[in-house]
């Protein structure tokens, strides 16, 4: 059950005045706020006795990539255990500037969500404790530009980047390779899809 857009309304009118920004999807409330406001909407939603949002579920983000100068939302789902209602919060992010206050200061599980939306989107958490990648290496970059790559970014290819992870040495190499070119030749890969491609073989010692 999401909580009532009137409640909410009322319970954050000393923050956003009468203009906060909702959208409603199949019963399911989303709130939209600036990123100046997000702490003290938090906030807000946890501790007043209309809301008592004391679960933060998740956060992650959204890539509208289409979208300019605004290309990101950033989502948090909330969650009340004692009042059992649920509530979105979106807050619209700037490719050119793709920083959010951290919401650690609210809740702590906040952390890890964040983690693993900074190394997904690149969206960064400012005031974070330990704000590095969830996932990837630290040194996850294009190989030739240097430039650090999120995977989950609209504008990241399919199949990868050829280089930017690449394997180390193992012993089951060779039976690898082979089991590879095998796979190749019965089943070669679309001609069509130039992103379809393999990290070249290094050549025998």
């Known amino acids: 059950m999401y909580v ?3 409640i909410v309304a009322d319970v954050l009118s000393p923050i ?22 997000l702490i003290e909407v938090l906030l807000q939603l946890r501790d007043h006795r209309l809301t008592q949002f004391d679960q933060l579920l998740d956060v992650t983000a959204i890539d ?22 649920r ?3 979106k807050v619209p992010v700037s490719i050119d500037d793709p920083v959010v206050p951290t919401a650690t200061v609210v809740w702590e599980s906040a952390n890890w969500y964040e983690r693993e939306t900074y190394d997904m989107y690149g969206i960064r958490f400012e005031g974070h404790p330990d704000l590095r990648r969830f996932y990837m290496p630290e040194d996850y970059v294009h190989p030739e530009t240097g430039e650090p790559l999120y995977p989950l ?4 290819p399919l199949m990868g980047i050829p280089g930017a992870a690449p394997l180390p040495d193992f012993p089951e190499r060779e039976l690898w390779l082979q089991r590879r070119r095998e796979y190749l030749e019965k089943y070669p ?3 069509l899809d130039t992103s379809y491609t ?3 073989e290094k050549p025998n010692a």
């Open 16 to 37: 956003v005045g009468e203009t906060l920004e909702t959208y409603e999807h199949r019963g399911q409330l989303s709130i939209i706020v600036p990123r100046e406001e």
């Open 64 to 85: 509208w990539l289409d979208r300019k100068p605004v290309r990101f939302e950033v989502v948090y789902f909330l969650y009340s255990i004692p009042l059992k209602h």
């Open 153 to 156: 970014r609209k504008d990241y």
């Open 198 to 200: 393999f990290p070249p």
């Open 87 to 89: 509530l979105r919060v």
């Open 4 to 6: 009532a857009k009137e």
């Open 189 to 191: 890969p679309n001609p």
